[in-house]
């Protein structure tokens, strides 16, 4: 079996359209304890993040992330460099709402972000222009555009990984067979 190397707008459009579908399922209506909770501290001090959080943090990015940098890098591209993202604005932003409010704000968002990129009618061409990001330096937008499907399925993915935490030492020894238990994770904080 071959790897995906090449972007598709398409695809990454079809990962995106159903990541509000699929955090609904996995996180609605679940006790506190599965929304709530952490892994404990992260590497840098700090509390690591719970699903409210990572709900609130791609809540922050489709307000002020991959949209706004898309209409940069075809209005500006390079001489505009991207705005710094704040990956911990979410503490503040979301603290007064409950994870259902959180859960229908992002499905809003990415509803109106993708009908805000489709109607841009992007081409080929437009997939290769450039911008700058203010750590990463030049970027192309094929490039942007495949992050945000990936960094997606990385909050899917650590999701997974802090919910499994809750249950790490009442699975007892079957600990050993289960790798979402081994990761040491890939994600903020």
């Not at 071959?2 to 006790?31: D, K, M, Q």
């Not at 404990?40 to 949209?67: C, M, P, Q, S, Y």
């Not at 940069?72 to 709402?97: C, H, T, V, W, Y």
């Not at 750590?135 to 990936?150: F, I, N, P, R």
Request: net charge negative; hydrophobic share 40%.
């Amino acid at each position: 079996m071959t790897s995906l190397t090449e972007f598709s707008l398409a695809e990454a459009i079809a990962v995106l359209t159903r990541t509000p579908a699929t955090l609904n399922a996995l996180l609605r209506g679940l006790p506190n304890v599965w929304v709530r909770c952490n892994e404990g501290r992260g590497t840098e001090g700090k509390d690591t993040w719970n699903a409210f959080d990572i709900v609130g943090h791609l809540i922050v990015g489709e307000r002020t992330d991959w949209i706004p940098r898309v209409r940069i890098i075809l209005a500006n591209g390079e001489a505009q460099p991207f705005d710094s993202f704040d990956r911990f604005a979410q503490s503040k932003e979301s603290q007064d709402k409950s994870l259902e409010q959180l859960l229908d704000d992002f499905a809003r968002l990415r509803g109106e972000n993708l009908a805000a990129l489709q109607a841009l009618n992007l081409q080929h061409e437009d997939l290769t222009r450039r911008g700058r990001h203010p750590a990463l330096g030049v970027v192309t937008l094929s490039e942007l555009l495949a992050t945000w499907a990936v960094h997606d399925l990385t909050h899917v993915h650590q999701l997974s990984r802090v919910m499994a935490h809750q249950y790490r030492d009442a699975v007892g020894p079957w600990s050993a067979y289960l790798g979402v238990l081994q990761c040491t994770g890939h994600s903020a904080p």
